[in-house]
């Protein structure tokens, strides 16, 4: 029996509460009336049963609040109007959000052999690390052969200032 019961954790809590004492009896019936050999026929049978009317029921209930909620849009339409224009503003904004880390986060790199790339400081007097700077770069660009190609970026922010193109 309390396997039957576990079982009866397949149907909403509201209808569970209602009927799962009437249910459970007529379980009991059905084992008593079965024999040994009949035993697990009943209970595949019972198991399907179960499954297949649950899930009769959550559709009934949910086509109920799908009813009730209609119901309640339609007496107020501004609300309605206000509800799902939030709604598609969630939406929008979640889905714009989750494009660009997509793209910037989880997609690789756009260049070929990822693997192959490298990061390089110079160092100096009291510093172990130190960003390039434009001449340096330059130089080791024209100097380097142990490198396909090199590239240069910077991390800080910049205001650009004056007339005419940046």
């Known amino acids: 029996m309390p396997l039957y019961r576990l079982l009866l954790h397949l149907y909403p809590a509201s209808f569970r509460n209602e009927y799962a004492g009437e249910m459970c009896a007529v379980f009991a019936r059905r084992l008593r009336d079965t024999s040994t050999v009949g035993l697990p026929a009943l209970w595949i049978g019972v198991f399907f049963e179960e ?47 989750f494009s660009l880390a997509d793209q910037v986060l989880l997609r690789p790199m756009p260049s070929p052999h990822t693997e192959t790339l ?33 590239g240069a970026y910077h991390r800080g922010t910049v205001n650009l200032v004056g007339q005419g193109e940046p």
């Open 118 to 150: 490298v990061k390089m400081w110079q160092a100096g007097p009291g510093y172990s690390r130190m960003e390039l700077s434009p001449a340096n770069y330059a130089d080791w660009k024209k100097m380097s052969h142990s490198f396909a190609a090199l």
């Open 51 to 97: 499954l297949f009317n649950a899930l009769a029921v959550h559709a009934d209930v949910l086509r109920q609040d799908l009813r009730y909620t209609v119901r309640g849009l339609r007496r107020t339409p501004g609300f309605a109007a206000t509800a799902i224009l939030v709604v598609a503003l969630g939406v929008g904004a979640n889905t714009a959000a």
